[in-house]
């Protein structure tokens, strides 16, 4: 068993996820199944190989260091859930 | 012919010649839409007032003698490219509401060209499926056989291509996307080298993958858009800044002395049946056309799918995060302070298979796994390119299957994703290397569905894949079968 119940509740809190019981032993299963299948990484040796981070051998993507347009204040806020003036209105942060 | 039957060169031709007007077009267009679409369901949204506006302002434009090639030509996009004013969900629940302030560029080019947009087509929701099942707005269905998947993510895309609702669109290809549903409908999809056209304003999935393509009735179609949407983009960091080629100059017919790549590893025991005849077809048709074969070995074929899955979760569960209910999208209505918000929000907006891949990613990105999951999965992908740079030595593009068999049924593979995710094994790779690949009508199987060839290209090689595609093309008649809907 590569992943238990418990680990896939940890996970699911540092991802944000409220999983009921069904999610939870489903995701187990499955994520066992699917961890166990990509142990098959194993079988190479990369001691001495670099990681690939992207296709593109992209360096810095540099720009003038100038004003553009930019959304506005009425645009960015056009699909806000909750809204007070100028700001996205949350829960209380702090009690 | 049908107006709706036209391919976009076919309908520039008669709007150029004054036969046909674009809103006469985009009204035939949108008649189709509603006569088939129940038995598909391919569109999220639909936008016909706007489209015939458009359509009116690209007549005019066609009067004035300053048209281009799309003006006029009614597209439909995958819900995952933003269209400002237009109700973008990328088949999540999570966007039901969401209206985007600004537009993708890819869409903004196609807009400028004059070209008229229907709707925005289903997806799997954030792009993450192989069968256009795990969309919060319910499944679309094949138009060869409407008790089949259309394949995913795009098949909402590819589904309306082949069932005559709009021209051509555009769909976005992270591990098979584009190619995968283009085989399974009988379509023409192009993924592009990765940075060839511009992610801006496209709904991110797994960042280092994702490539914005053409899905068409036929490779000039196919060759027409990618002319239309690539090309630098200095809102996208990724995208690559190197000229734009005439991609529709590259159609000549002539592929005499091209070297095609025969991958041992694709040709595999277990491959169904009718695929390998489709593919021994395409092998003879190329020979006879003047193609040359040399057998080559990619060797890390066999890990691709579980590179793959450890990259594009751990990049999804990242890009994901941006979803919390606090700038935009779904907020929970039962939360108590504000990581409950963020918390019931996700999982209230988020479908299963979404939820699955994020829970994935954080596990292989988590403290004490990095290094086990994602760093070993990023080393073998520099394999894996490293196999496809050794083949390009000796051949110009490789052949092989899309798909190791056609369409399977819906509900057929929901229970088992691992099952899913290795019906992308010819399409992964690509994804992983950057480079270009191509889906074309290949033939069918007995029962009837279509089955599609890839040719996979080096980087930047799109005008030898289309060359290929299309020499192939006209030596056969595949492309020119209708699906009965």
């Known amino acids: ?95 | 012919m049908d107006i709706f039957e036209l391919t976009i060169h076919e309908l520039h031709r008669k709007l150029n010649a004054r036969e046909l007007s674009s809103a006469e077009a985009t009204r035939a267009m949108l008649e189709r839409i509603e006569s088939v679409e129940p038995r598909v369901g391919s569109f999220i949204t639909r936008t016909p007032e706007s489209a015939l506006a458009e359509a009116a302002a690209a007549d005019r434009r066609i009067a004035s003698g300053d048209a281009h090639i799309l003006t006029g030509i009614p597209l439909a996009l995958k819900d995952i490219f933003l269209t400002e004013g237009i109700r973008t969900t990328c088949g999540s629940r999570m966007l039901h509401n969401f209206i985007p302030p600004y537009s993708a560029t890819a869409w903004e080019r196609l807009r400028d060209c004059g070209s008229v947009l229907l709707g925005k087509l289903n997806q799997d929701e954030f792009a993450m499926g192989s069968s256009n099942e795990s969309s919060a707005f319910g499944v679309t269905r094949n138009p060869w056989d409407t008790a089949r998947i259309p394949g995913g993510s795009s098949g909402g895309s590819a589904a309306a291509i082949a069932a005559r609702q709009a021209t051509a669109t555009l769909g976005t290809d992270t591990g098979g996307s584009i190619r995968q549903p283009s085989s399974h409908c009988g379509c023409v999809g192009l993924k592009p080298t990765y940075g060839r056209v511009s992610r801006y304003g496209v709904i991110a999935f797994a960042s280092s993958l994702d490539q914005v393509g053409p899905i068409t009735r036929d490779v000039t179609d196919c060759a027409i858009m990618l002319g239309a949407v690539a090309g630098y983009d200095s809102k996208d960091s990724t995208s690559v800044n190197t000229p734009v080629p005439d991609y529709t100059a590259a159609l000549t017919g002539d592929i005499k002395g091209l070297r095609i790549g025969l991958p041992k590893e694709y040709y595999i025991d277990g491959l169904d049946r009718d695929v390998q005849a489709a593919m021994d077809r395409a092998i003879e048709t190329y020979r006879r056309l003047g193609a040359e074969f040399v057998d080559i070995s990619l060797p890390h074929t066999d890990y691709a799918v579980a590179t793959y899955y450890l990259i594009a979760t751990a990049e999804a569960s990242s890009n994901l995060a941006r979803y919390d209910g606090v700038r935009f999208g779904h907020r929970s209505e039962q939360a108590e302070g504000l990581i409950d918000m963020m918390t019931k929000s996700r999982s209230e907006g988020f479908g299963a298979e979404v939820k699955r891949r994020i829970m994935l990613g954080t596990y292989a990105l988590s403290s004490g796994y990095y290094d086990a999951y994602y760093v070993k999965a990023q080393k073998v992908r520099t394999l894996i390119m490293g196999d496809f740079t050794r083949a390009f030595e000796n051949v110009d593009a490789i052949l092989t299957p899309v798909a190791p068999t056609p369409a399977f049924k819906i509900g057929e593979m929901v229970d088992d994703p691992l099952q899913m995710y290795l019906s992308d094994i010819f399409t992964i790779p690509v994804n992983l290397a950057g480079t270009c690949a191509m889906s074309v009508p290949a033939g069918f199987s007995a029962s009837g569905l279509p089955i599609g060839l890839q040719l996979i290209g080096k980087p930047f090689g799109e005008e030898t894949i289309l060359r290929a595609g299309h020499a192939f093309e006209q030596a056969t008649e595949w492309h020119t079968r209708k699906a009965e809907i």
């Open chain 1, 1 to 95: 068993m590569k992943i238990s119940v418990a680990e896939v509740e940890y996970v699911a809190r540092l991802a944000r996820l409220e999983l009921n019981k069904a999610e939870t032993d489903l995701f187990a299963g499955q994520m066992d199944a699917i961890l166990g299948y990509v142990e098959k990484l194993n079988e190479l040796d990369t001691a001495d190989i670099r990681p690939t981070s992207h296709a593109v051998p992209v360096e810095n993507a540099f720009r003038e260091d100038a004003t553009s347009p930019s959304l506005g204040v009425a645009k960015a806020l056009a699909n806000a859930p909750d809204r007070a003036d100028s700001f996205y209105r949350v829960p209380k942060v702090i009690e």
